[in-house]
């Protein structure tokens, strides 16, 4: 099956009630938990309340949603043949291939006949008495089973925007987890996107340039780093074949699962010429090499934290070239990271331009009274990022990633009320700004 075919019946699925195994979610680690049951021929089903698989590849098709970890490193390495057939074409592949691998996979190895979907589960608890979960389905049914693996994922559950009059905005809205399977028309729009997490960071890095004016109204910056994404052609495909036990090999040694090892030196130990030849070095290549490749202390070491975090903010300066904005696109609250870092393409170039503007709501709070026209800022389509702030830590003053989500509303009124910024996420149904 390929992206945008209807997935097949599930009635020989829920025809049945008990199960050896259930699996609950049919992303990445829920289609490689039914092919090991399956494997070993236990009795088991996969449950999912979206209308097919892929999880968060399903759901999330917002503009510019992609890997972060390199492609053939995100791949199932339970299949030799698999690896051998499958070609990725991107060094950091986009959503739609993404999910045409997942389906893919799920096809080859004739594993949709074990899926359920438009089935969510709305409870789960254990029969102490009967020695089995009994499971109850949205649909009405209860299951049951020995054994239930969750594999719901972290980004299975959006946030969205609590905010004082959204029920009046009169334009279509999108939260990213649920954005529309059809394209959506954003060309010549006046789009505001508001805050900057990593979702966001990769929206704004893809729409900057396809938009008629882009606002991003933002919260508090988050740090990030160049992705640095390229194809991949036959040739280095081919190389990576024959490389795969090494990089698996790589993955399972390093700290995160990546193919990114520390480097072995100690911070200290190097000089601070040596220091700032590897950083331009890791700036310059592909993915996390910036934040895994490094040296150790910068994850324990306040000092050498500050040293680096002051490395990127220079970059960051280079890259943006009203000074002002540079500024207030520098994390000031801990050190680069501290937290996952969001990878980017063309995010800091995107505020060069004379369509975008960034908007501090430390200094212009969104607020929900109207206000008079010389403060109102006018847009026709609204994206909007919610944010949940991290846990404060005694950490150097510099940034953080923080979870983030975005809503594009379209075609919107620009006579409606703007929106108060709520005091756990920064979101906004909002035309004016006080």
């Known amino acids: 099956m390929t992206e945008g075919t209807k997935a097949p019946s599930d009635k020989a699925c829920s025809d049945k009630s008990h199960y050896e195994v259930i699996v609950i979610g049919a992303g990445v680690a829920g289609i490689y938990q039914i092919k090991r049951l399956a494997d070993l021929g236990v009795d ?24 972060d970890s390199e492609s053939y490193t995100y791949g199932y390495s339970f299949s030799r043949e698999l690896l051998n057939e499958w070609h990725w074409k991107e060094r950091f592949s986009g959503q739609p291939e993404n999910l045409r691998y997942l389906n893919y996979v799920t096809d080859k190895f004739d594993l949709r ?59 279509r809205s999108f939260h990213t987890f649920y954005w529309p399977h059809e394209p959506v028309e954003m060309a010549g729009k006046k789009v505001a996107i508001i805050g900057t997490g990593a979702t966001a960071i990769q929206i704004i890095g893809e729409i900057a340039d396809k938009v008629g004016e882009l606002t991003v109204f933002q919260r508090r910056p988050n740090w990030a780093a160049p992705l640095n994404n390229s194809p991949i052609s036959d040739q280095e495909m081919a190389d990576i074949r024959s490389r795969y036990d090494d990089i698996f090999a790589a993955c399972s040694r390093s700290p995160g699962g990546f193919e990114h090892e520390p480097d072995r030196r100690g911070f200290y130990e190097a000089t601070r010429e040596e220091r700032l030849a590897l950083w331009d070095k890791l700036y310059g290549e592909p993915g996390f090499g910036i934040w895994l490749s490094n040296f150790r202390e910068i994850f324990t070491d306040e000092a050498a934290n500050a040293e680096f975090s002051a490395y990127i903010a220079d970059r960051i300066r280079k890259r943006v070239k009203d000074p002002v904005t540079a500024e207030k ?106």
């Open 329 to 434: 696109l520098i994390p000031r609250d801990h050190g680069f990271g501290v937290q996952r870092v969001p990878l980017e393409t063309g995010y800091f170039e995107a505020y060069n331009r004379d369509n975008v503007h960034l908007v501090d709501i430390s200094e212009t709070p969104l607020d929900a009274s109207p206000r008079p026209a010389c403060e109102r800022r006018r847009v026709t389509t609204i994206s909007t990022s919610s944010s949940i702030p991290p846990a404060s830590m005694p950490l150097p003053a510099r940034s953080t990633t923080s979870t983030s989500a975005a809503l594009v509303v379209k075609n919107c009124s620009t006579n409606g009320a703007t929106a108060r910024r709520p005091s756990s996420a920064c979101s906004c149904t909002a035309f004016q700004i006080c």
């Open 44 to 67: 088991a089903t996969v449950l999912d309340g979206a209308p097919d698989l892929g999880g968060t590849w399903y759901r999330n098709r917002y503009p510019g949603a992609r890997f």
């Open 113 to 171: 006949k074990y899926m359920q979907f438009n089935a969510k589960v709305e409870a789960a608890q254990f029969d102490e008495a009967g020695h089995l979960w009994r499971l109850r389905i949205d649909d009405g049914r209860e299951l049951t089973c020995r054994f239930v693996i969750l594999a719901v994922g972290l980004l299975s559950i959006p946030t969205p925007p609590r905010l004082e009059g959204m029920d009046s905005f009169k334009g």
